[in-house]
């Protein structure tokens, strides 16, 4: 929906697509491995970042393992501009969101296509642009409205 926000926790590795309306929906997602890799040239801690970020432009990648079957990429931006993450499907991302452990991108946020489509609708609907926030829990007991609010107003 127009004017949506996103919120990953990524130590559940669930994502909330935060309504204007005081609703929200969630889904599963794939973050970050939990140690250093080697990826594209570099050597990284490959966890995903918790911190606000904004979607800012779209991209077509070749790669369509990494990438998933259309290789949409939606990049991610922070406070000093262009990052290398972003938000993205895999050719395994079926195989990878039905596993209990989902720490298995180099650092992005993989999500179905079906989830891609979405948050790629969102992004156009808002103008290309997306607030997304990336936390490491989002406390005990039930998520809420409220709770999910209450973080975007923190960031």
Aim: glycine fraction near 12%; charged fraction near 20%; aromatic fraction near 8%.
């Amino acid at each position: 929906m127009i004017g949506d926000s996103l919120i990953v926790d990524t130590e559940t590795n669930i994502g909330y697509l935060i309504h204007q309306n005081g609703g929200f929906t969630q889904f599963l997602v794939a973050t970050g491995q939990k140690n250093i890799v080697r990826y594209i040239g570099r050597i990284y801690n490959a966890k995903t970042p918790d911190q606000a970020w904004t979607v800012l432009s779209k991209h077509i990648k070749g790669d369509r393992t990494t990438f998933g079957k259309h290789g949409l990429f939606l990049r991610l931006y922070d406070e000093d501009g262009e990052t290398a993450y972003g938000i993205h499907g895999h050719r395994s991302a079926e195989t990878m969101l039905a596993a209990d452990m989902r720490y298995r991108s180099m650092g992005c946020i993989i999500v179905s296509q079906t989830v891609l489509d979405i948050i790629e609708a969102t992004f156009e609907g808002n103008g290309q642009r997306l607030d997304v926030l990336t936390v490491a829990g989002l406390g005990e007991g039930v998520v809420t409205y409220q709770m999910l609010q209450e973080k975007l107003a923190a960031k």
